[in-house]
């Protein structure tokens, strides 16, 4: 079992929509939660950190947390174009830090 | 803040020539370094985690005297590719950890190394 799984996608949604890309991790004790964006041909970027249950919000993402059930999410709301990108899960647990694989996700104009 | 630099962005060798590639956190210092390589339309690869003062621990399957790691400082790692061949091309990229904070890594911009 890996320790950060993500599906892979790509998942195409219409500008204006909800995207929701969603996470799961295997350590129960992992502490720390992340979402990146990747945009082709360029290096990560962190865009939502997140450490406690319940949502965090910023601008127009909204991270979810849920330990009880290994779960973490991102909602983007009125999906951009510019909003098409690779987005990867990570999870911090102790010393070590996991990767997913990345979700690619298609904002249609 | 939470900047990391990368040096070279892009670099075009002869193959057996060595090739290094600077990591420095910015505006934080970082006990951690990451060093990752990612082919065209794959996942990150982790090579190796850089602590400074110390030897750096390197994943399986990655050959540690053909990359060898120096973290010399708290805001600076260094990546030496050696005898590089034309299946070393690939994007490498740094990532620095913020020890004051959550634990984030953040990434620098990233080396599109071509060996010909």
């Known amino acids: 079992q890996k320790e950060v799984e993500q599906n892979s996608g790509p998942l195409s949604v219409p500008e204006g929509a909800i995207a929701s890309l969603n996470c799961t991790y295997s350590?129960?004790?992992?502490?720390?939660f992340f979402w990146y964006r990747q945009y082709s041909g360029k290096s990560p970027e962190l865009i939502m950190s997140?450490?406690?249950?319940g949502d965090k919000e910023d601008g127009r993402f909204t991270a979810q947390l849920n330990k009880a059930s290994q779960y973490v999410s991102l909602l983007i709301r009125d999906s951009q174009p510019s909003d098409s990108a690779t987005y990867l899960c990570?999870?911090?647990?102790?010393?070590?830090?996991?990767f997913g694989t990345g979700t690619s996700l298609t904002v249609i104009p | 803040g939470a900047v990391v630099s990368q040096h070279p962005s892009r670099v075009i060798c002869k193959s057996g020539t060595s090739v290094k590639i600077e990591c420095r956190s910015l505006?934080?210092?970082?006990?951690?370094m990451f060093w990752y390589r990612q082919f065209p339309k794959q996942s990150l690869m982790l090579m190796a985690t850089?602590?400074?003062?110390?030897?750096?621990?390197?994943e399986q399957g990655v050959e540690k005297d053909k990359f060898l790691i120096n973290h010399a400082s708290l805001t600076l790692s260094t990546l030496t590719v050696t005898s590089a061949h034309p299946e070393d091309s690939s994007f490498y990229i740094c990532?620095?950890?913020?020890?004051?904070?959550?634990?984030?890594?953040?990434f620098g911009p990233g080396t599109r190394l071509t060996v010909l």
């Open positions: 505006d934080f210092q970082a006990t951690t």
């Open positions: 990570a999870v911090n647990t102790g010393n070590q830090f996991y």
């Open positions: 850089s602590n400074e003062g110390s030897k750096a621990t390197y």
């Open positions: 990532s620095a950890q913020r020890t004051s904070g959550y634990n984030e890594q953040f």
């Open positions: 997140i450490y406690s249950n």
């Open positions: 350590d129960r004790g992992s502490q720390s």
